[in-house]
């Protein structure tokens, strides 16, 4: 059976209801006649345990919106009860104050409770002894035990187990949150590296294509000669463009089945800047490769990344340069050092571009904390990429 809204936990209807319940309680009690329990003076009227009943009933009803109001009117009156002589009705309510005194109050309030009960509990003990000069009399420091001690001992329990439950929910929140952003983030470096594996298998293909498609157009009078060789380059190009699509298509298809990453392209390497550079040559640039050092084999994303770098390079130089350029491959003890330079055409002719091949180059050489330079340099536009390869490859 569930309660109804207004009686949830922590809503103002429940205070109410248990104010309400402790004020039936004690009228019953006080009905039977259980005043005074002390008894220092029996001939005083029951009507007058009333009053501290009812404040003691108010203080229950304040237990959430003001605790240090609810346990100054519920001790208040517990002491007037006590020097009434005491009802049981109105002592068993104040445990409830103490403890939702120490549960709902401010850290500071149910410490100061604990030193004060404890210190309470020896002195009514020791003043038991004193008074009735026998052991015996430990009796009454039990009873403040029972009464204030106890209840006290109760609350801080039930409130550290509701500090440690309110930690572990705002910790589970908060790793729920971390996870949230790093698989928005790997999502986000999945998208970036799609994005720049498109970018270098597609446009570089196309942008041959477009060149050669663009010659023929243009130019009048080509002999069938000519348009054949335009022709052969533009599907050698379409060729090898489908063909590296399709890869990335079926390695975006299969991810690893024991739930690892997508992995990386590794068909493109380094050792095949040979064929790049054929195929550029046929395209139309003049390509003077120069390579200094022993190649030697490379780490998968560096060897990948290499090649990525020098076929944007030579694309750029395809279409915005003058139909020459000069590549050099240095093979160094800790790194791969690549340099393209070409000149450039003055009249900004060729094709143009979005920029985001330069922005894949810079991309593909910080993420293996390698440098990456673009720009003018005596003259020429040089596009310079050094990446890392540890010691002893």
């Known amino acids: 059976m ?4 207004w009686l949830g936990s922590g809503t103002r209807g429940r205070d109410l209801a248990l104010a309400g319940v402790s004020l039936a309680g004690g ?3 006080w009905t039977l006649g259980w005043q005074p329990q002390i008894r220092p003076h029996p001939d005083v009227p029951a009507v007058l345990f009333l009053p501290p009943l009812l404040a003691m009933c108010v203080a229950v009803g304040l237990r959430l919106v003001a605790p240090r109001a609810s346990l100054a009117v519920g001790t208040a009156a517990v002491v007037v009860d006590i020097a009434l002589g005491g009802s049981l009705g109105a002592i068993l309510i104040y445990t409830q104050v103490l403890y939702d005194a120490c549960v709902y109050g401010p850290p500071r309030l149910w410490r100061w409770l604990l030193r004060a009960t404890v210190g309470l509990s020896v ?3 020791i003043v038991g002894v004193v008074l009735t000069d026998r052991w015996s009399g430990v009796a009454i420091g039990v009873l403040v035990v029972l009464v204030g001690l106890l209840p006290v001992l ?7 187990y509701r500090d440690q439950a309110a930690a572990e929910r705002a910790r589970a929140e908060q790793t729920a949150r971390l996870v949230e952003l790093d698989r928005r983030q790997a999502v986000s470096a999945e998208r970036a590296r799609m994005a720049r594996e498109l970018h270098d298998v597609v446009a570089n293909h196309l942008s041959a294509v477009a060149i050669h498609a663009t010659a023929v157009l243009s130019v009048p009078g080509l002999d069938r000669g000519q348009v054949e060789s335009a022709l052969r ?3 050698e190009s379409s060729v090898q463009g489908l063909a590296e699509m399709r890869q990335l298509i079926e390695v975006l298809r299969e991810p690893g089945g024991d739930g690892t990453a997508v992995p990386e392209l590794v068909s493109a390497r380094l050792a095949e800047t040979d064929e790049l550079v054929e195929r550029v040559r046929a395209a139309g640039l003049a390509v003077r490769v120069r390579t200094d050092g022993a190649p030697g084999p490379l780490p998968v994303g560096v060897d990948l990344a290499a090649y990525r770098i020098v076929q ?11 139909g020459e350029a000069d590549l050099t ?6 790194e791969v050092v690549l340099t393209v330079e070409n000149p450039v055409r003055r009249d900004g002719a060729g094709l143009a571009g979005a920029g985001a091949g330069l922005i894949g180059m810079r991309e593909r050489a910080t993420l293996l904390a390698g440098r990456f330079s673009a720009g003018p340099h005596d003259g020429r536009w040089q596009v310079r990429a050094a990446l890392p390869i540890g010691e002893g490859r």
């Open 312 to 322: 944007e390079s030579l694309t750029n130089a395809l279409k915005h340069g003058t």
């Open 2 to 5: 569930r309660l109804p809204p």
């Open 154 to 160: 109760t609350g801080i329990s039930v409130r550290q």
């Open 233 to 235: 380059v533009i599907r």
């Open 329 to 334: 491959i240095a093979y160094r003890p800790a």
């Open 27 to 29: 009228l019953v009690l």
């Open 123 to 125: 002195v009514g003990a």
